[in-house]
């Protein structure tokens, strides 16, 4: 007896079987995070930041989760590496003088994030319903993992 070949099984046997390609994540697309603990005093912030040259920073919890972030646009004075401060009034100098004491938890304010799972066309539109300049890049625990940028610079 002679078994009949089934054609359909000798048509996709004969083919190679391709795995389709993975869809690009934000993970793709992201730069370092830089990131500071909640603890840290604003020297150490603004050392980091010029270090590293970082226009925004994550302030994370010991687990790595983020807490807030630090925008150098926010805090003008304290990123000033000309020398050219200018003395200001009695109330800019008081609050000047407070913030040089202030921990980096003091410091923040609510940051946007996005779970590294999107597709960066996600997160891009999440940055400009936002209005945001910046977003840092989370695992599912919440933990940073990086920075995106609406044209893609180093956070």
Do not use: C, H, K
């Amino acid at each position: 007896m002679v078994l009949a070949e089934n054609p359909v099984t000798a048509r996709t046997a004969a083919r190679p079987v391709v795995a389709p390609a993975p869809a690009e994540t934000v993970t793709d697309r992201m730069a370092p995070a830089v990131t500071v603990a909640a603890g840290a005093d604003v020297g150490q912030v603004v050392d980091i930041m010029l270090r590293r040259r970082a226009a925004a920073i994550a302030v994370v919890d010991e687990y790595g989760r983020i807490l807030g972030a630090i925008d150098s646009g926010e805090y003008p004075d304290l990123f000033d590496t000309t020398g050219a401060r200018v003395a200001g009034t009695a109330r800019q100098r008081r609050r000047r003088e407070r913030r040089a004491t202030a921990t980096a938890e003091e410091l923040m304010a609510p940051a946007l994030v996005v779970p590294a799972a999107w597709p960066p066309a996600r997160a891009w539109a999440a940055l400009a319903a936002a209005g945001a300049r910046f977003a840092f890049v989370v695992d599912e625990l919440g933990r940073v993992i990086g920075g995106v940028t609406v044209r893609g610079e180093a956070v």
